[in-house]
């Protein structure tokens, strides 16, 4: 059992699941290329990550094609293409050398530090610590996984059974309720993500909110 004396001792990495096409935002770019504010969302992702206590850029995998991210230091290819979100987070728990991961996608800008320290906080001895939110909502880009989901996550690849949420029944979650959630993030702004034109927009609105809150 982890206790509160050895979390800090605990290695901890992040994966970035960059593989997606931008189809539905309608620009020709991977899509943690695409500019947001004038920056690449996958920028926004990793400021947020390396904020994170003994995070750094070097303790980031970025899941996706090599020859677009090509300035960034780890960066791999999923062993099982075109498997969706489960087999990027597959691949990014392969590759760490950390028994615990926090796994992201890539267009999410406004995830909040706080709330990614708590749910750090909360590993204990969970295999997966996962938002759920707004009704009962499980956000499966925003949560830790341990090694431990590798063996259920690739049977059931390879049983064609491809959504996150199947894994779940065969391994001990930790849900961060809502109400948790809203201690560090009431507006559930790190679970935006860009996925249309009009999200553009939205982001643009809550970049100036959070400017003018901010101030």
Known sequence: MITKKNKNSLTFKAIILAGGKSTRVGIKKDKGQIKLAGRPLIDWVISKLTSLDNLTEEDIIIVGPKKRYTHFKRVIQDIFPQKGPLGGIFSGLKASNSQYNLVVACDMPFLEVKLLQYMREEIDSNDIIIPRYNRGYIEPLCAIYSKKCLEVMEKNIQSGI??????????????????????????????????????????????????GFNN
Do not use: A, Q, T, W
């Open 162 to 211: 491809l959504s996150v949420r199947k894994i779940f029944p065969h391994l001990k979650i930790k849900y961060i309720e809502e109400e948790e959630v809203k201690k560090f993030d009431p507006k559930f702004y790190s679970f935006f993500n860009v996925n249309f034109k009009y999200d553009f927009e939205k982001g643009e609105e809550i970049i100036r909110f959070k400017k």
